[in-house]
Each structure stands twice: as structure tokens, then as C-alpha cells.
């Protein structure tokens, strides 16, 4: 079985590999156009690679939301629950996650429903279903979804052969993610420091570079854009949980409406700690020559 799961792995990466060199071959024949329109689509595949987990959250939030049944047996929550484990399973026997991937699973999972305790304990925001599998008023497959950010950057770390120029010295990070974490909890009853922990993550990362490879050579941008375009796409997928109503902000609970543009930022800090629980597992490698 091993040896299958493992042939099904290569046999993707063969195929993609393949089709990637026959594609490039064909649009460095066409021009400029034509070959920057194929490492788009790369860099699009890549994504949607890196993705896999968070994508298959997403489509059961919604596949849940409009055609499970009201009096199934097991309830919506707990069957979103069962259904993340599964593929959990699947992902790591089919080999399509690595075990250093499944760790940062679990502690994103771990620290995760911490949070979310705490959090609809103070009336932040309700999971308004009913379910067996839940700690407090937390149904289980909420863990999941934090660890899908995390399996997103590691997934795309690999995927793209993350190399960082300028990077801030690890334990620098290791402090501001543990100040990220304690303000989710100490802004309830203390300050709010959550600009303050912008401000020296902008000073930190400042002049901190992520190269990225799609195709053959290295791209690069800033670290604070890539991970500010990250934040925006967590902000997305968080209106598709609250309009399938999988969780609920207390201005949503008499009809949807979009999420806060305000949540931008505590997402920004949230892919900033999964980021440095990430380099945990994978310390950030230099660009080749600096």
C-alpha cells in the first residue's frame, strides 16, 4: 500500500512536471507573451496545489451548507469533523502530505481551539448548530480550518522552494508571534496592541524578501505583500464560512453581511504566526549567493 501511494504521488508530479517542460518549451517559441502566460498558469496550479487542504475545507462548508440533510442522523458539524479527519488520513497515506506538514497541522490545530474557546466564550463569534464532537461551544472541525492556513505555507513552501533574503533573526519572530497570540486572548480585558504588533512586524520584516520559484528561475516580492495578499484571501474564505453560516459574527445572526474589512488585519497577524509555526518545521533557507 505504501508503495502504492507513493507511485500515485510520483505519477502526479510526473505528469505536471511534463506537462509543465512540453508548455514551456511551446511558449518560449511564442514570445514574451506567451511565456509569461504560461508561468502564470503554473504559478496558478502550484497554488491551487498548495491549497488541496483548505480547498476541501471550503467545498464542505458549502457542499454541507446546501445539501446535507436537516434530520440526517449526525449533525452537520460533527459530519464536517469526521470528514476533515478522513482526509487527513487520505492526504498523508496517499503521500500527498508530508509528516513535517501534518505537525504543523496539529499544532495549528491545537492552538487553534485554544482560541476558539476563549472566543465564543467572550461572545466573539457562535457556531449556532448543534453537535456531539465539540469542546465548549467549539465543534471540532474548527481546528482544521486554522490548520489549513498552516498546511497552505507549508504546502507552498515546497511547492515554490521558498528561499528569504534579509529575513529577521528567528527569535525576533518567535516573540512577536507569542505577543500575536497572547493579544487574541489579553485584548478582551487589557490593551489592544494589535497595531503596535503591526508596526514591529513592518520594522522586523522591513527589508525581508520571499523568492519564490514557478518555473525555472526564482521570483521575488516583498514578505509583507505576500503575506497581506494571504490575510486577503483567508478574509474571502471567511465570508464563504459565515454566509454558509458554519459560524456567525453577532452582527450576522438577524442575515449575512460581509465580514469586517476590519478582520484584515487580525487575519494579517494570524498568517504571520502560522508563518513563524511554520519556520518551526522549516527553518527559512537564504537565497542561493547572498
Not at 69 to 89: C, E, G, K, S
Not at 162 to 167: G, I
Request: glycine share 8%.
Amino acid at each position: 500500500m505504501a508503495s502504492d501511494s507513493v507511485s500515485i504521488r510520483a505519477g502526479l508530479r510526473a505528469r505536471f512536471t511534463y506537462w509543465r517542460d512540453l508548455s514551456g518549451v511551446w511558449a518560449a517559441r511564442h514570445g514574451q507573451l506567451a511565456a509569461g502566460l504560461h508561468e502564470f498558469v503554473v504559478f496558478g496550479i502550484k497554488q491551487a496545489w498548495a491549497c488541496l487542504f483548505g480547498g476541501l475545507m471550503v467545498a464542505l462548508l458549502i457542499g454541507t451548507h446546501l445539501w446535507y440533510p436537516a434530520d440526517a442522523p449526525i449533525a452537520r458539524y460533527d459530519a464536517l469533523t469526521i470528514a476533515a479527519v478522513i482526509i487527513q488520513i487520505a492526504l498523508l497515506w496517499l503521500k500527498l502530505e508530508t509528516w513535517d506538514e501534518a505537525k504543523v497541522i496539529l499544532m495549528f490545530h491545537v492552538a487553534g481551539t485554544g482560541m476558539e474557546v476563549f472566543k465564543t466564550a467572550v461572545g466573539s463569534w457562535i457556531y449556532p448548530e448543534a453537535s456531539v464532537l465539540r469542546i465548549g461551544g467549539v465543534p471540532l472541525f474548527t481546528g482544521f480550518m486554522y490548520a489549513a492556513v498552516g498546511s497552505y505555507i507549508a504546502r507552498a513552501w515546497r511547492e515554490f522552494d521558498l528561499r528569504f533574503s534579509h529575513h529577521p533573526p528567528l527569535v525576533v519572530t518567535a516573540l512577536l508571534s507569542l505577543g500575536i497570540y497572547a493579544n487574541f486572548f489579553l485584548h478582551h480585558y487589557w490593551w489592544d496592541v494589535r497595531y503596535v504588533l503591526m508596526a514591529l512586524i513592518a520594522v522586523a520584516f522591513r527589508r525581508c524578501w520571499i523568492h519564490f520559484r514557478i518555473d525555472r528561475v526564482h521570483r521575488r516580492m516583498p514578505f509583507l505583500l505576500g503575506f497581506a495578499l494571504v490575510a486577503l484571501f483567508i478574509w474571502l474564505a471567511e465570508n464563504i464560512g459565515t454566509f454558509t453560516r458554519t459560524w456567525l459574527y453577532p452582527n450576522q445572526l438577524q442575515g449575512w453581511e460581509m465580514v469586517s474589512i476590519a478582520k484584515l488585519g487580525a487575519w494579517f497577524l494570524l498568517t504571520i504566526m502560522s508563518y513563524v509555526m511554520v519556520t518551526l518545521v522549516n527553518p527559512p533557507r537564504p537565497v542561493e549567493g547572498a
